[in-house]
């Protein structure tokens, strides 16, 4: 700002002004310039906030402001590209919404890896592209852009906590998909709950632990099915709940290792029973309980929150006994399986599974391979929930 003006000077100026010689608070690092060309240097910036700040004002200048918001949904910051699509996403212009139809805002979050101590050894940002559903009542939910890719599926003889369900393991090819961000929340669950039926009715309420924020538990794989088919139903896209190999192959995000984290895992960064151990990390904390979708604020890095722990997931595919005869396209795997005696004995009883382990289970329970049977009829317990995907376009 000059030194050189007069303190009683009250005139509008150039560099102090956006609308009309209006006083605006001076943004981080510099100084405010007025009318479209100000919003447009401000746009310019090197400092995220600032670039942000003059988004806010763009839209004060009509056609022109908009094409300027419109151009930061391409902005180098996925912080800007955010603030940019938070302004537009509502916006009743036919414009705006045409663009948006085909766009995919960036959000950037936080990736660690843990030695076989516990002990954190990187951690990195990583950004990925997202889907938001707008659920009405300012209910999102986000779904994140999965990549297509191949990967061995299920877990080795010789690591610890491995089940004869868990083999042979097999290469698996995947096409790009969009999944949940997080587990399905109770404020997600009660806005879907509210639409009209299509299948089968819905439980308003039936966590246990009681939180918007909270996962929604105490879920059937038939409830959490029709939730699907009321989402599909709102939205025009196509929902469902994963494959098994879908499931896997998005909890690794590229690893190999027992959790996406590394060779363990420790309460600090997931819910689980931490007061048993996996590797050499210390006793952790057993929460006994739910915790808010994202609290431990790091995700794998395909940007999922979530995945060890904290609710079991259930998957779309029927519970076999082991890999033999599996698809090898990440496609869902519902017909029996001729070598799969336990599949025969329960052909009365429809068994599905559930990935990712819970608040309730151990480490062992928590792995990317671990996998979990239960009869369909039968009463969810209260560490049952569930992630949706959809077709990427």
Request: net charge neutral.
């Amino acid at each position: 700002m000059p030194t050189n003006r007069n303190a009683r000077d009250k005139s509008p100026h150039a560099d102090d002004a956006v609308l009309g010689g209006e006083a605006r608070p001076l943004p981080i690092g510099g100084v405010v310039l007025g009318g479209i060309e100000g919003v447009k240097r401000r746009l310019a910036a090197a400092v995220e906030e600032q670039r942000i700040a003059a988004l806010c004002d763009g839209l004060n200048y009509g056609e022109a402001g908009l094409e300027l918001v419109l151009e930061a949904l391409q902005d180098e910051s996925p912080k800007v590209q955010f603030a940019a699509y938070s302004l537009l996403k509502d916006s009743d212009s036919s414009k705006v919404k045409q663009y948006l139809s085909n766009y995919l805002p960036w959000f950037e979050f936080d990736v660690l890896k843990v030695d076989a101590q516990g002990v954190i050894n990187s951690r990195y940002k990583k950004q990925a592209q997202f889907l938001a559903e707008d659920l009405c009542n300012g209910v999102t939910l986000e779904m994140v852009a999965i990549p297509g890719g191949t990967f061995i599926m299920g877990s080795s003889k010789t690591e610890k906590g491995y089940r004869l369900w868990e083999s042979p393991q097999h290469q698996v090819k995947l096409q790009s998909f969009f999944m949940g961000k997080y587990s399905v929340t109770q404020a997600q669950w009660e806005a879907i709950v509210a639409l009209p039926q299509v299948n089968s009715s819905l439980n308003r309420n039936p966590s246990r632990f009681k939180g918007a924020n909270l996962p929604v538990e105490q879920i059937s794989w038939y409830d959490a099915v029709e939730f699907c088919a009321r989402l599909s139903q709102k939205t025009g896209r196509q929902y469902r709940l994963p494959s098994e190999a879908e499931w896997e192959y998005a909890c690794r995000a590229g690893t190999n290792t027992p959790f996406h984290f590394g060779e363990t895992i420790t309460s600090k960064i997931a819910n689980y029973r931490g007061t048993k151990t996996y590797s050499f990390e210390p006793k952790g904390e057993y929460r006994e309980q739910t915790t808010p979708v994202g609290h431990f604020q790091v995700a794998n890095a395909f940007g999922l929150y979530d995945m060890h722990g904290s609710v079991c997931e259930w998957c779309a595919d029927r519970w076999h006994y082991n890999y033999v005869e599996a698809p090898t396209d990440g496609s869902v795997w519902s017909q029996d399986n001729a070598n799969d005696y336990r599949a025969r004995l329960l052909r009365e009883k429809p068994t599905g599974l559930l990935r990712g382990g819970s608040w309730y289970e151990g480490p062992l329970g928590c792995r990317s391979a671990f996998r979990l049977g239960y009869v369909l009829g039968d009463s969810p317990y209260d560490c049952f929930g569930f992630r949706v995907v959809c077709e990427a376009a």
